[in-house]
Nanobody, 116 residues
Framework: QVQLVESGGGWVQPGGSLRLSCAVSRSPRSVNDMNMAWYRRPPGAQREWVAILTAGRLRYYEDSVEGRFTISRDNDKNTVYLEMNSLQPEDTAVYYC????????WGQGTQVTVSS
C-alpha cells in the first residue's frame, strides 16, 4: 500500500497558522493522479475528513474549515500539504493524510494543538 508520512504539526495560539506536509511513497501513481485528503481525529472523537483534492483538481472542505484551510500538492515532491490559518481550539486533533476514499493503512499522523 501507499506509504504516508505526515509532519508539520505543533502547538499554536488561537489565530495562528501551520502548514502540514504529507510525503507519499510506494505508490504506482503520483499525487497528481490520485484523490488525496486530509483527515483529523479530535480528542475523544472519531476521525473525520477535513479536505479533499481530487485528481481532477477539485477541492472540497469540511464546513468548519472552509475559508481557513487550503489543500494543495507538489507532484515533483510527491507531497500533499494542508495550509491552516486562523486556527481555533476546536481544530486541535491528530491530522492524517490518506487517499480518498482512504486505504486501510494510515500514517502516524501529526499532532496539532491550538490553545492559549
Amino acid at each position: 500500500q501507499v506509504q504516508l508520512v505526515e509532519s508539520g504539526g505543533g502547538w499554536v495560539q488561537p489565530g495562528g497558522s501551520l502548514r502540514l506536509s504529507c510525503a507519499v511513497s510506494r505508490s504506482p501513481r503520483s499525487v497528481n493522479d490520485m484523490n488525496m485528503a486530509w483527515y483529523r481525529r479530535p480528542p475523544g472523537a472519531q476521525r473525520e475528513w477535513v479536505a479533499i483534492l481530487t485528481a481532477g483538481r477539485l477541492r472540497y472542505y469540511e464546513d468548519s474549515v472552509e475559508g481557513r484551510f487550503t489543500i494543495s500538492r507538489d507532484n515533483d515532491k510527491n507531497t500533499v500539504y494542508l495550509e491552516m490559518n486562523s486556527l481555533q481550539p476546536e481544530d486541535t486533533a491528530v491530522y492524517y493524510c490518506n487517499l480518498h476514499p482512504p486505504q486501510d493503512d494510515w500514517g502516524q499522523g501529526t499532532q496539532v494543538t491550538v490553545s492559549s
